[in-house]
T-cell receptor, first 111, second 114 residues
Framework: KNQVEQSPQSLIILEGKNCTLQ??????????LRWYKQDTGRGPVSLTI?????NTKSNGRYTATLDADTKQSSLHITASQLSDSASYIC??????????FGAGTTVTVRA | KAGVTQTPRYLIKTRGQQVTLSCSPI?????VSWYQQTPGQGLQFLFE???????NKGNFPGRFSGRQFSNSRSEMNVSTLELGDSALYLC?????????????FGSGTRLTVV
């Protein structure tokens, strides 16, 4: 069973609207949690990195939150743009360089 | 500053052949890791090299191997290709310990096995 579960699997939103992606993990011990954006056919690009002591981190219109107690994270996209259409991947890192990847959420922004 | 460069970008091979993929990390980065990405399995860790030594390895068969050179460039080799090896292969580089310093991905090599 995957230790990092993302939801929804995919979503479609209208340009200018907000959306929130979820990431639940069971990985332990926990070192940090990252959100990546991956455009089709390209490599993932880091959006945010949070340690267990941080509960929010922003990068422009992207805001990630982390609740280490409930082992949940979310990525909120504000005022979506067509360029936000991509796959968003949650990656949880334990110690000793072991990574657990979520399957990703595919976001489609329509005009 | 140049990013992580992977070559070739696209590759078509037939079953049974072998293939070598190349990754040039960001200048100064000493850690290079490799990942396989497929629609069904998502991103899966293959192995990680640091200063020419393999430090970590994922759960892939021995047909998948890699190496790192003294200039930190890395190659990944897949022998006796199978249809299921068709995937996007990504490499990522980091200055030292990726967990502390973060890592940067290349654009990947799209391998198609026919």
């Amino acid at each position: 069973k995957n230790q990092v579960e993302q939801s929804p699997q995919s979503l479609i939103i209208l340009e200018g609207k907000n959306c929130t992606l979820q990431c639940n993990y069971t990985v332990s011990p926990f070192s940090n949690l990252r959100w990546y954006k991956q455009d089709t056919g390209r490599g993932p690009v880091s959006l945010t990195i949070m340690t267990f002591s941080e509960n929010t981190k922003s990068n422009g219109r992207y805001t990630a939150t982390l609740d280490a107690d409930t082992k949940q994270s979310s990525l909120h996209i504000t005022a979506s743009q067509l360029s936000d259409s991509a796959s968003y991947i949650c990656v949880v890192s334990v110690s000793d360089y072991k990574l657990s990847f979520g399957a990703g959420t595919t976001v489609t922004v329509r005009a | 500053k140049a990013g992580v460069t992977q070559t070739p970008r696209y590759l078509i091979k037939t079953r049974g052949q072998q293939v070598t993929l190349s990754c040039s990390p960001i200048s100064g980065h000493r850690s290079v890791s490799w990942y396989q990405q497929t629609p069904g399995q998502g991103l899966q860790f293959l192995f990680e090299y640091f200063s020419e030594t393999q430090r970590n390895k994922g759960n892939f068969p021995g047909r998948f191997s890699g190496r790192q050179f003294s200039n930190s460039r890395s190659e990944m080799n897949v022998s006796t290709l199978e249809l299921g090896d068709s995937a996007l292969y990504l490499c990522a580089s980091s200055f030292r310990e990726p967990d502390n310093y973060g890592y940067t991905f290349g654009s990947g090599t799209r391998l198609t096995v026919v």
